[in-house]
């Protein structure tokens, strides 16, 4: 995986996913403080950039957001501190508090995540979410509590994991959980839909052999043809996607398929984006 400066400009095409993770060191830190200096970030992103306690975590969010607005811009042929934002209905209600979306950008979405001192961020032209997360987020003996949250198959898998070897249990359970928050933003519904809906699975790697006694569900089998406990099939017209990031961290990307396309067409290209 490359470092780069750009990802591309121009629309993008049905399937197709740009991905871009950024780190969090010092010459991408100090950008992003020229950049906020500068103007380039608005007034509500440094509001609140300026309400962080840490300085950590107020570099994140600078980084992370200069660098959203850098690949907007690209694709849309702006400045980046012309790209604005606005709040797009939400799925639940229809009220304007759902996931952000670029002002007059039509066929332009993207999904923003951050943890530790990585920050990732994905564009597509349909609906898509994106989730990293420290690989050690739920270590062994840590994180119990949130996994016995998720869908009753997913908690079955992880079960059938934890009792051969906590190791595998641990990254599985982050592997779900990303997998599981990617979905769930890219459906604009984000965790306050509830993690225990949705069945996504834990991902290549960690399938069951488990096989459902009933007829499988109008879909898609996943890969190898097998079900997981319960018969549960991950949602339909969606596409999730591992994505390579720095060691430590695990992610994952989820696209809503355009009509016709299947999942095995999804391209994904992720890469390093350098701030200087």
Known sequence: MSGVETMGMGALAPGQVEVAWIAVTPANVAAAEAADAAGVLDAAERQRAAAFRRDSDRSLYQVAHLALRRLLAERLGRDPAAVTFRRAPCPGCGQLHGRPEPVDAPGLEFSLSHSGDLALIALAADPVGAD?????????????????????????????????????????????????????????????????????????????????????????????????????????????????????????????????????????????????
């Open 132 to 276: 990293v997360e420290r690989a050690d987020a739920f270590a062994p003996g840590a994180g119990a509590e949130v996994a016995n949250q998720l869908h009753p198959a997913e908690r079955a898998e992880l079960a059938a994991l934890a009792e051969r070897s906590p190791q595998r249990w641990a990254a599985a359970a982050v592997r779900c959980w990303v997998r599981k928050e990617a979905y769930l933003k890219g459906t604009g519904m984000g965790l306050g839909r509830g993690v225990e809906h949705d069945y996504v699975g834990l991902g290549p790697g960690f399938g069951t052999a488990v096989r459902a006694a009933q007829e499988p569900p109008t879909g898609a089998l996943p890969q190898g043809g097998v079900l997981p406990p319960g018969g549960a099939l991950p949602p339909a017209g969606w596409e999730l996607r591992a994505v390579e990031v720095p060691s430590g961290y695990d992610a994952a990307i989820a696209l809503r398929l355009p009509s016709g396309l299947p999942g095995e067409a999804v391209r994904v290209r992720s890469a390093e984006l350098l701030l200087t």
